[in-house]
């Protein structure tokens, strides 16, 4: 410890010398005294700053011979340049060294004659310490240092040793635009051109060096320009040859990638690509890249080249008429703002794929000018997004409508007026209050608007009974079921109809799925068949489910796509595909061992009824309303998904994968005779020819969600696939889901879909697309799965037009590709974005839900909020406990009970959300007796999908508007946003009636992260991410809204806390969770974001999600919410302390929140956090739109310990 005190008292001394020393130098420099006096001092300086890290000090003799600052200078160019130089280096910075240096070589080049040994130790360290002075560059313009150094090298080219050191400042130099501007004029740039040459093995360093610095410079526009007009650019690609061909032994990598690099700098300007495409550049590199790829160690080079080679492919066009939507919707109002009306006021005579000005304007690409350094990023961006107005921040609850307006909701509330007295309750008298560890008294939550009192008395006369209205036909008796199945299977029902919960059992796979699969099968191809052949395919089903041919023929030959003379229904024709025309192959012993091993496999499913019912499905399917009236059915949702049972890792990614791809993409330019190039699928276009050869795979989207527009095959192999942009717009590709047939066996398909549009995906980490094979159905696994190889996602070279990117030029397409072995041949499968789920599924499931619940325990009602735009309705549903009488101080208890109101599916891609919001329907519809206590807590008011209009037409983000719904929230409009603008009038109308909810949570998907997530809204922590942390501690209000994620993130796996946010940005004021909380006054609003690919923490820990694990979320999420009323209610105060002791835990001071910032456009999601292993393999840049993670928050001790109840409203100052 004495050691380090006395070091540092040394540094000290040393530190208080320099400052003395520096103020002599300015006195001497004012003076104009010898320069032989200004070095002396100069020296001292530096000597001092090598003695801190020596901790010695010589004092120098006081005669001013030359040989005293030759040795300084010697020495100091070696301490700087070793190691810990760096810190050296930032010292002399600090103490305005640079500055004392530049002068002294404007002094020392006024000497005749020249002293070489003083002018190579000069630009040695200037060459060190000018990347540390971050105002380098312009100190040098300002004393001249440019044109003396750049002088040095002309006339010195002959002499290496001092144009080394030389060339090293000119790169110092040029990281300033405006120097790098002079030197070109001054002809720098030919100048290094007389220094680079072809393969020689003498001063190899001094090449290398001026690579660099010709590189630095080429990155101005002006000197690039400069390059091309002198035909440097097939100077050096002939140069990169001869060092390609002579380095045999890979000694001069370092040379070939400073060549590599002068080109990448070049091809930054339209004119350097056109050089470099007119000079032979793409076969050069694609050709001396792939004589690389067998040595390891040259991989900077085949990826700098992959770089060069992607940014220089030419644009193309996407190879559509438009790229809006090949459906049309017309609008009852057309908005006077926005993109929905540029769309509709383009002229139809422009060309709204490309931009006509794009050949002609020299601007740079998108992301082309890579920062390959990456401690350039400053870590420390300032996130402009983050709301910082506090009068914005603070809640102001809103009425927006009138009492009487919001009076049309009234009847979507019957439970707050009905007596129930026409009701079969369990009991009709009220049981005694008995306290045994249990409130069984009315348990009254406080909301976030009001005050509440645990007192049954103050709250019966609160209760007024009066202006009860009748209650609704609808409620009077329980709702029946659609029944479209056999006898037999209406036995199922009734006897399922006893189970419904959350517990999981144990069935065979292959046994659960015999009867459902034979009558599927018998409704699929049996319907027309006379009744007396129907026995012969029971008795023709193995139990190995190898079923045979002939029994599954159908009876009249018919070409894809047709009737088939299976009418599933009189009004709409509605067809299956084509399976029940070709059969099911049989499979052999090998696949026969496989079902066996899948029989012997367990299943955990639902303990309840089977929500899936096929005839059910058919028959919803004839009242959904869609834009092209399909009028086909897709088998996986008539059959049904259950999951595998097995687990699905999330995909290593084999190296180089990407490069391999954009080689392969490259070859298209370079051996283009190669290319196929036939459209086998076009919506665009219903008299195309579907293709007879019995090798080219055959494609479908024409069914409910579908979304393929365009298929051109481009290898025997290989095909591109275009996405229909969201309809009444002109972006937004990225779901799809489609049908693919007529595959081979042992033949590894490429899929390429070429018009997304995100800057990445989690295709880059691990995910794969989903696979539904309906011979693998017929076989007992109906079940989505994860497939695909060689699976990656870039950039491309189909150009985007400004009117699609949002007025910006330059932008680009990015590929999803992947590469799929088919399991079976001439099979039917369906590939998918994520896992589908229709609107038609949805209502298939509430149906049966509302069918099989028990109407004297559980409270369950099916609405209509409103009509779409297209007339399907959205429909509304509340779930409670039944009141436990019709006893006044029941229906009181039941009457305040809190509201939870939830929703999902606003964003139709994201099909997860729709699969939690499952978990959570189901949950709350089981008889576990957690799920009887949650009802009994809570009213649970749903919209399980916001967008149903957007979900049927295979939208990705929009409804039939053209509009993101998720962005409406502040002013809906009735006409066009009905669901958003219905949906904000029920919570309003809770507001207005002293009900408010006490959550609010919005089910999303997220595409750029792992695990699930959830955003809230908090004043605190976003003032404190604005770096005002003096206003940060003023604020104070209550921590309640971390309860929940923190309670989640202890009991649901895939529930990840430190990547919840709560800070509140100007981009998502219009969002639903931001709108509730502000507006309308929940403290507790959320959006919980679930992941598409996998999770990276937990008990899933490097598996992809499935449906299973999505709707296990939805159930932790309803027990969540049980957990949040034990801490939130008053009464509970009353019981044991060790009953809330596992609770208390989960509000420890003990997880850091990592509040990731979003500038994200049209994206609910923050910037992608994971490192992007694009490396060289890609020319993206991190975006710089986007914030790096702003920090982390942690809360005061003090705000984890209050309890809700205990915490007051927010205050402000």
Same mark, same amino acid.
């Given at each position: 410890m004495s050691k380090l005190k006395v070091i540092s008292e040394k540094s000290l001394t040393n530190n208080s010398r320099i400052v003395g020393l520096l103020a002599q130098l300015e006195k001497i420099n004012t003076e104009s005294t010898e320069s032989d006096t200004a070095r002396y001092v100069t020296s001292k300086i530096l000597h001092l700053a090598q003695s801190q890290e020596e901790n010695f000090f010589i004092p120098f003799r006081k005669d001013k011979k030359r040989n005293d600052s030759q040795r300084f200078y010697r020495n100091g160019s070696?301490?700087?340049?070793?190691?810990?130089?760096?810190?050296?280096?930032?010292?002399?910075?600090?103490?305005?060294?640079?500055?004392?240096?530049?002068?002294?070589?404007?002094?020392?080049?006024?000497?005749?004659?020249?002293?070489?040994?003083?002018?190579?130790?000069?630009?040695?360290?200037?060459?060190?310490?000018?990347?540390?002075?971050?105002?380098?560059?312009?100190?040098?313009?300002?004393?001249?240092?440019?044109?003396?150094?750049?002088?040095?090298?002309?006339?010195?080219?002959?002499?290496?040793?001092?144009?080394?050191?030389?060339?090293?400042?000119?790169?110092?130099?040029?990281?300033?635009?405006?120097?790098?501007?002079?030197?070109?004029?001054?002809?720098?740039?030919?100048?290094l051109f007389k220094i680079i040459g072809p393969f020689s093995k003498k001063n190899s360093g001094l090449m290398k060096v001026a690579l660099d610095t010709l590189a630095a410079l080429l990155k101005s526009k002006t000197n690039a320009r400069r390059a091309v007009d002198r035909g440097y650019v097939q100077v050096l690609l002939t140069i990169y040859v001869d060092w390609h061909r002579h380095d045999n032994r890979h000694r001069n990598m370092l040379i070939r990638k400073g060549i590599l690099q002068s080109l990448k700098s070049v091809t930054n300007i339209k004119l350097g690509r056109k050089a470099f495409i007119d000079a032979n550049g793409m076969k050069i590199l694609y050709n001396t890249s792939q004589e690389c790829l067998a040595v390891r160690t040259l991989d900077p080079l085949v990826n700098t080249s992959s770089l060069i080679m992607r940014k220089c492919f030419p644009k193309n066009r996407l190879p559509l008429p438009t790229i809006k939507s090949s459906f049309h919707f017309q609008l009852p109002v057309i908005p006077v703002t926005g993109p929905v009306a540029q769309l509709y006021s383009l002229p139809p005579e422009v060309d709204d794929v490309v931009d006509e000005s794009d050949d002609n304007d020299d601007i740079d690409l998108e992301a082309?000018?890579?920062?390959?350094?990456?401690?350039?990023?400053?870590?420390?961006?300032?996130?402009?997004?983050?709301?910082?107005?506090?009068?914005?921040?603070?809640?102001?609850?809103?009425?927006?409508?009138?009492?009487?307006?919001?009076?049309?909701?009234?009847?979507?509330?019957?439970?707050?007026?009905?007596?129930?007295?026409?009701?079969?309750?369990?009991?009709?008298?009220?049981?005694?209050?008995?306290?045994?560890?249990?409130?069984?008294?009315?348990?009254?939550?406080?909301?976030?608007?009001?005050?509440?009192?645990?007192?049954?008395?103050?709250?019966?006369?609160?209760?007024?009974?009066?202006?009860?209205?009748?209650?609704?036909?609808?409620?009077?008796?329980?709702?029946?079921?659609?029944?479209?199945?056999?006898?037999?299977?209406?036995?199922?029902?009734?006897?399922?109809?006893?189970q419904l919960g959350d517990q999981n059992r144990t069935i065979s796979s292959a046994q659960g799925l015999n009867n459902d699969i034979v009558k599927a099968l018998d409704r699929i191809t049996l319907q027309n068949i006379p009744p007396q052949t129907a026995p012969g395919f029971t008795a023709g089903a193995k139990k190995d489910y190898s079923l045979p041919l002939t029994v599954l023929t159908c009876t009249k030959a018919c070409p894809h796509m047709a009737t088939c003379g299976n009418v599933l229904f009189e009004s709409r024709t509605v067809q299956l595909g084509k399976l029940c025309c070709t059969g099911?192959?049989?499979?052999?012993?090998?696949?026969?061992?496989?079902?066996?091993?899948?029989?012997?496999?367990?299943?955990?499913?639902?303990?309840?009824?089977?929500?899936?019912?096929?005839?059910?499905? &058919?028959? *919803?399917? @004839? +009242?959904?309303?869609?834009?092209?009236?399909? $009028?086909?059915?897709?088998?996986?949702? !008539?059959?049904?998904?259950?999951?595998?049972?097995?687990?699905?890792?999330?995909?290593?990614?084999?190296?180089?994968?990407?490069?391999?791809?954009?080689?392969?993409d490259i070859e298209r330019l370079i051996h283009q005779s190669d290319i196929i190039d036939r459209v086998v699928y076009d919506l665009d276009n219903p008299n195309y020819a579907i293709p007879?050869?019995?090798?080219?795979?055959?494609?479908?989207?024409?069914?409910?969600?579908?979304?393929?527009?365009?298929? &051109?095959? *481009?290898? @025997? +192999?290989?095909?591109?696939?275009?996405?229909? $942009?969201?309809?009444?717009?002109?972006? !937004?590709?990225?779901?799809?889901?489609?049908?693919?047939?007529?595959?081979?066996?042992?033949?590894?398909?490429?899929?390429?879909?070429?018009?997304?549009?995100?800057?990445?995906?989690?295709?880059?980490?691990?995910?794969?697309?989903?696979?539904?094979?309906?011979?693998?159905?017929?076989?007992?696994?109906?079940?989505?799965?994860?497939?695909?190889?060689?699976?990656?996602?870039?950039?491309?070279?189909?150009?985007?037009?400004?009117?699609?990117?949002?007025?910006?030029?330059?932008?680009?397409?990015?590929?999803?590709?992947?590469?799929?072995?088919?399991?079976?041949?001439?099979?039917?499968?369906?590939?998918?974005?994520?896992?589908?789920?229709?609107?038609?599924?949805?209502?298939?499931?509430?149906?049966?839900?509302?069918?099989?619940?028990?109407?004297?325990?559980?409270?369950?009602?099916?609405?209509?909020?409103?009509?779409?735009?297209?007339?399907?309705?959205?429909?509304?549903?509340?779930?409670?406990?039944?009141?436990?009488?019709?006893?006044?101080?029941?229906?009181?208890?039941?009457?305040?009970?809190?509201?939870?109101?939830?929703?999902?599916?606003?964003?139709?891609?994201?099909?997860?959300?729709?699969?939690?919001?499952?978990?959570?329907?189901?949950?709350?519809?089981?008889?576990?007796?957690?799920?009887?206590?949650?009802?009994?807590?809570?009213?649970?008011?749903?919209?399980?999908?916001?967008?149903?209009?957007?979900?049927?037409?295979?939208?990705?983000?929009?409804?039939?508007?053209?509009?993101?719904?998720?962005r409406q929230w502040q002013s809906p409009n009735p006409d066009l946003h009905p669901t958003i603008y219905h949906a904000k009038g029920l919570l309003q109308y809770l507001a207005a009636v002293k009900h408010l909810p006490l959550v609010y949570c919005d089910y999303h998907g997220h595409s750029r992260k792992k695990n699930v997530f959830m955003y809230g809204c908090s004043i605190k922590e976003t003032v404190w991410h604005t770096n005002n942390n003096a206003t940060s501690c003023d604020v104070v209000e209550d921590a309640g809204y971390r309860t929940l994620p923190k309670i989640l993130s202890h009991i649901a796996p895939a529930f990840c806390m430190s990547s919840c946010s709560f800070v509140v940005e100007k981009s998502k004021e219009s969002t639903a969770r931001v709108v509730v909380w502000r507006e309308i006054g929940v403290q507790r609003s959320y959006t919980m974001e679930s992941t598409l690919c996998g999770c990276d923490q937990g008990k899933y820990k490097g598996l992809q999600i499935g449906t299973r694990e999505l709707e296990e979320m939805g159930a932790k999420f309803c027990v969540g919410l049980l957990r949040l009323k034990r801490l939130t209610s008053p009464l509970e105060y009353n019981l044991p302390s060790g009953l809330l002791d596992f609770e208390n835990d989960l509000i420890e001071s003990n997880c850091k929140v990592t509040s990731p910032t979003t500038y994200v456009l049209?994206?609910?999601?923050?910037?992608?956090?994971?490192?992007?292993?694009?490396?060289?393999?890609?020319?993206?840049?991190?975006?710089?739109?986007?914030a790096e993670n702003a920090g982390d928050y942690e809360p005061s001790a003090q705000e984890e310990v209050l309890s809700d109840s205990e915490l007051s409203r927010t205050y402000l100052p």
């Open positions: 070696s301490t700087i340049n070793s190691r810990g130089g760096g810190r050296r280096a930032s010292f002399l910075v600090a103490k305005g060294g640079s500055q004392i240096l530049l002068q002294l070589l404007m002094n020392a080049s006024k000497e005749s004659p020249l002293n070489e040994e003083l002018m190579v130790q000069i630009h040695s360290i200037l060459a060190k310490i000018g990347p540390k002075d971050k105002k380098f560059g312009v100190k040098a313009r300002i004393n001249g240092a440019l044109n003396i150094t750049l002088n040095l090298v002309k006339q010195n080219l002959q002499n290496p040793r001092l144009v080394l050191p030389c060339l090293q400042l000119l790169r110092v130099y040029s990281a300033n635009s405006v120097n790098s501007v002079s030197l070109g004029k001054n002809g720098v740039v030919e100048l082309e000018n890579e920062t390959e350094n990456e401690d350039d990023v400053d870590q420390n961006f300032k996130n402009d997004d983050i709301e910082t107005d506090i009068n914005k921040l603070k809640p102001q609850q809103e009425p927006g409508r009138t009492i009487e307006e919001l009076k049309m909701y009234e009847h979507l509330f019957p439970e707050l007026v009905d007596d129930f007295q026409d009701y079969d309750l369990i009991s009709k008298e009220p049981k005694p209050f008995v306290f045994e560890g249990k409130v069984r008294g009315p348990i009254v939550v406080p909301t976030a608007g009001e005050e509440a009192s645990g007192n049954p008395g103050n709250l019966r006369k609160g209760i007024v009974r009066t202006n009860v209205s009748p209650k609704a036909d609808e409620s009077d008796k329980k709702p029946t079921c659609v029944d479209l199945a056999k006898e037999d299977t209406k036995d199922n029902d009734r006897t399922s109809q006893q099911v192959e049989t499979e052999d012993d090998e696949d026969t061992e496989s079902t066996s091993s899948v029989e012997q496999a367990s299943v955990e499913v639902s303990d309840g009824p089977t929500l899936h019912d096929s005839d059910l499905y &058919i028959e *919803i399917v @004839k +009242n959904t309303k869609s834009v092209p009236e399909y $009028s086909e059915v897709a088998y996986p949702d !008539y059959f049904g998904h259950i999951p595998p049972p097995f687990k699905e890792p999330i995909l290593e990614r084999p190296y180089g994968v990407q490069r391999t791809k954009i080689a392969q007879e050869e019995g090798d080219i795979l055959k494609f479908n989207s024409k069914f409910e969600s579908g979304n393929l527009r365009k298929v &051109i095959q *481009i290898r @025997k +192999n290989e095909y591109d696939l275009i996405l229909n $942009s969201d309809i009444n717009s002109n972006h !937004y590709h990225q779901w799809f889901y489609f049908e693919v047939s007529g595959m081979r066996l042992g033949v590894a398909y490429r899929f390429n879909i070429i018009n997304c549009e995100k800057s990445n995906s989690q295709f880059n980490y691990g995910m794969q697309p989903l696979m539904y094979s309906v011979q693998e159905a017929l076989n007992a696994r109906p079940w989505w799965i994860r497939v695909g190889t060689d699976i990656c996602y870039y950039k491309n070279h189909f150009s985007r037009s400004s009117v699609a990117a949002g007025g910006q030029k330059g932008k680009s397409y990015y590929t999803i590709t992947f590469t799929v072995n088919f399991p079976h041949k001439d099979d039917v499968c369906y590939f998918a974005y994520h896992y589908p789920y229709t609107y038609s599924t949805l209502q298939m499931h509430l149906q049966k839900l509302e069918s099989a619940h028990n109407p004297q325990q559980i409270y369950f009602r099916k609405d209509v909020l409103c009509e779409t735009l297209s007339g399907n309705t959205c429909p509304l549903v509340t779930i409670t406990a039944m009141p436990e009488s019709n006893y006044y101080e029941h229906i009181c208890q039941f009457r305040n009970r809190p509201y939870v109101f939830l929703s999902a599916r606003v964003h139709p891609g994201e099909t997860n959300a729709s699969w939690v919001m499952k978990g959570t329907l189901e949950y709350l519809m089981s008889n576990n007796p957690t799920a009887q206590s949650l009802r009994e807590s809570y009213i649970f008011k749903i919209v399980p999908m916001l967008n149903p209009d957007g979900v049927i037409n295979g939208n990705h983000r929009c409804s039939l508007s053209g509009e993101d719904l998720n049209d994206e609910d999601e923050p910037r992608f956090l994971e490192e992007v292993d694009y490396s060289a393999e890609s020319n993206d840049d991190l975006d710089t739109e986007l």
